[in-house]
């Protein structure tokens, strides 16, 4: 009779543990579930904000835009950043670069029938005449302040032995400097339909000419003077006609240190340029928008820019990055929410990558380290996080019932054995 509770007993408990099983792995099916992540609907006209995490950008009217961090190259925002577009006079950030590079400010640069020319071609000038000389220091802040297409054209001739030899050296620079659709066709901007560009090779050659100390000095100037030359009879004063660094103008924007805009038919309002708040750098860039608005356009987005990034540099508590390391990523985020990418480099070394929700946010060159320590410290993370999975997986329900089973068995195995040694001697004994 005892036997038979015995083995209800044992019956009993293998349905429990079963019966606990059900319920683990019921259990487990819930928890995925409940952890699947739904990503946001995103703006679709802005690229930036399809990305996860990532501070949703204003939608603005322009056809296009970019920022774009400069020391790491970090793309903040983009709205049809690779459109195909007429630059207007933002090509003159390109015709002043190749200037700089290929002249001395203190070249005289005389003026000839192809200078003269841009007085009548319907654009900005500063009626220059035959045979007038001017410095090449001159031209530039002509070119930057008031649009001068004369200059702008003499200074190609005298660079570049002729207007197309020097176009040729403008998308040569282009070219150089990453540029990818981009095709200039003048140094003034004038209408042709062969000539454009997009937001971001735009937002390249302005990074380009703002590492120039001497050009960011130039286009940062709220007004200058030529002196009489050897033709006119006075000076010219030139007043900065870019809003965003002209005190007196609404569009003011004291963080910003330098940039162009330029207005046609064609073009729309096209405008680029560079500002600086704390540890940040900035290019921004707004093609195609409507006259009189990109400024305001172009403040928006760089406050929504210096308002929601940071700008970290990795490299300082990380023994292994040889250079590099600077990230520029969401102020709501910290560096746990980055992902690392490293590929190995013909050198030994490793050209590591910084992504923030897929999108780059930084680079760095980074030694491999030593194979013992790598090997222990995947080893060991990759053991501490089984664990980890295990204990959150784990129920513990069928092993307090094994326990309890255990415990059951033993109570009747200790219970049998005290029957047996209390039991009385048998009587071998026998009357003779």
């Known amino acids: 009779m005892r036997n038979k509770y015995i083995h209800l007993a044992f019956f009993l408990c293998i349905l ?9 792995v019921t259990y487990a099916e819930e928890t995925v579930e409940s952890t699947e992540e739904t990503v946001p609907a995103s703006n679709p006209g802005v690229t930036t904000n399809a990305i996860p995490g990532w501070p949703q950008g204003p939608e603005i009217p322009a056809e296009s835009a970019f920022v774009q961090e400069v020391s790491t190259d970090t793309i903040l925002y983009a709205k049809n950043m690779d459109e195909a577009l007429y630059p207007s006079s933002s090509v003159k950030l390109m ?85 990818t659709d981009t095709l200039f066709t003048n140094p003034t901007g004038l209408p042709d339909p062969a000539q454009h560009t997009t937001a971001h090779d735009l937002a390249l050659i302005t990074k380009a000419a703002m590492a120039d100390e001497t050009f960011r000095t130039i286009c940062s100037t709220t007004s200058y003077t030529i002196p009489a030359t050897n033709v006119s009879g006075g000076e010219r004063a030139l007043s900065n006609r870019f809003t965003m660094t002209e005190p007196s103008s609404d569009a003011y924007y004291p963080d910003c240190i330098g940039g162009k805009e330029g207005y046609t038919e064609a073009s ?64 709501a985020a910290s560096a746990d929410n980055l992902e690392i990418k490293d590929v190995p480099m ?72 005290k029957k047996v040694l209390h039991r009385p001697p048998a009587d071998h004994s026998t009357d003779d």
Request: charged content about 15%.
């Open 268 to 331: 729309g309002s096209v405008l680029s340029c560079a500002a600086t708040r704390g540890d940040l750098t900035l290019v921004c860039v707004v093609m195609m928008g409507q006259a009189d608005m990109t400024d305001d356009q172009a403040i928006q987005l760089l406050n929504y820019a210096f308002d929601n990034f940071k700008i970290e540099d990795l490299g300082t508590d990380d023994f292994h990055v040889i250079s590099g390391g600077t990230v520029v990523y969401p102020s």
């Open 95 to 179: 015709t002043c670069l190749v200037a700089l590079e290929n002249s001395s400010l203190t070249d005289e640069v005389v003026m000839t029938a192809t200078g003269v020319s841009g007085v009548t071609d319907g654009g900005a000038h500063i009626a220059a005449q035959i045979d007038e000389v001017f410095t090449m220091e001159q031209c530039l802040y002509a070119i930057m302040l008031v649009s001068a297409n004369d200059v702008a054209l003499q200074v190609a001739e005298h660079v570049g032995g002729s207007v197309e030899g020097f176009v040729d050296m403008m998308n040569q620079k282009a070219a150089e400097i990453g540029c």
């Open 16 to 24: 429990l543990i079963l019966a606990s099983g059900l319920r683990t």
């Open 346 to 417: 013909e050198n030994g070394d490793l050209d590591r990558t910084y992504l923030f929700g897929g999108a780059v946010v930084g680079h760095a060159i980074a030694e491999v380290p030593a194979v013992e320590d790598n090997s222990v410290s995947i080893a060991s993370d990759k053991h501490l996080q089984e664990a980890a999975d295990y204990s959150k997986q784990i129920n513990l329900i069928p092993y307090f019932l094994i326990g309890a089973a255990g415990i059951l068995l033993l109570f009747f195995l200790i219970r049998a054995m």
